[in-house]
T-cell receptor, first 113, second 114 residues
Framework: LAKTTQPISMDSYEGQEVNITCSHN???????ITWYQQFPSQGPRFIIQGYKTKVTNEVASLFIPADRKSSTLSLPRVSLSDTAVYYC??????????????WGLGTSLAVNP | NAGVTQTPKFQVLKTGQSMTLQCAQDMNHNSMYWYRQDPGMGLRLIYYSASEGTTDKGEVPNGYNVSRLNKREFSLRLESAAPSQTSVYFC?????????????FGPGTRLTVT
């Protein structure tokens, strides 16, 4: 069964770059690695997904090494409004024909002034 | 577009009572999901529906039933609530294939069972 590991919490300051890494093994070979953001009292919100190497959008970058055993979400120049919980989402390698989604337990990011 | 809406926002039940959580989406998505979120456990899939009239069990279906009423609506029913079902419940939807990595979530229902 696929397993994910993320740091429970991280602290940063406004204007810094923040990198959050998720380790994952036994993940589906041909599926995406996806990251979500969740604010208090809200549902998770899709941020970014990739298959390999690097993906960038207006919010974040996602780095995935060739072995796909980890992924790193990079938030450039964070602000107070980036304080949230960040989740990685992968698929299980051994799920057969039916995809099984595996959610990380989340990393609580606190951005300080 | 309202996206995914859920009612109620909060609910307190006594053990043994029943209730239905309602979810609707206005994005014309095919797939819909129900999750529960508990501290230290992350998001766990209860049931999902790939299309109107079809439902499938997720990771933790025991104690729950679902109905995909039409393309827009997907309800979750607790027939006899237990304290272990105290949780935050999220409904989500995705555009096409079931169990998509890109899902759109509602604001959640916070349920307490005493």
């Amino acid at each position: 069964l696929a397993k994910t590991t993320q740091p429970i919490s991280m602290d940063s300051y406004e204007g810094q770059e923040v990198n959050i890494t998720c380790s994952h093994n036994n993940i589906a070979t041909n599926d995406y690695i996806t990251w979500y953001q969740q604010f208090p009292s809200q549902g998770p919100r899709f941020i970014i997904q990739g298959y390999k190497t690097k993906v960038t959008n207006e919010v974040a970058s996602l780095f995935i090494p060739a072995d796909r055993k980890s992924s790193t979400l990079s938030l450039p120049r964070v602000s107070l409004s980036d304080t949230a919980v960040y989740y990685c989402l992968v698929g299980d390698l051994h799920a057969g024909n039916n995809r099984k989604l595996i959610w990380g337990l989340g990393t609580s990011l606190a951005v300080n002034p | 577009n309202a996206g995914v809406t859920q009612t109620p926002k909060f609910q307190v039940l006594k053990t043994g009572q029943s209730m239905t959580l309602q979810c609707a989406q206005d994005m014309n998505h095919n797939s819909m999901y129900w999750y529960r979120q508990d501290p230290g456990m992350g998001l766990r899939l209860i049931y999902y529906s790939a299309s109107e009239g079809t439902t499938d069990k997720g990771e933790v279906p025991n104690g729950y039933n679902v109905s995909r009423l039409n393309k827009r609506e997907f309800s979750l029913r607790l027939e006899s609530a237990a304290p272990s079902q105290t949780s935050v419940y999220f409904c989500a939807s995705s555009e096409t294939v079931p169990l998509s990595y890109e899902q759109y979530f509602g604001p959640g229902t916070r349920l307490t069972v005493t």
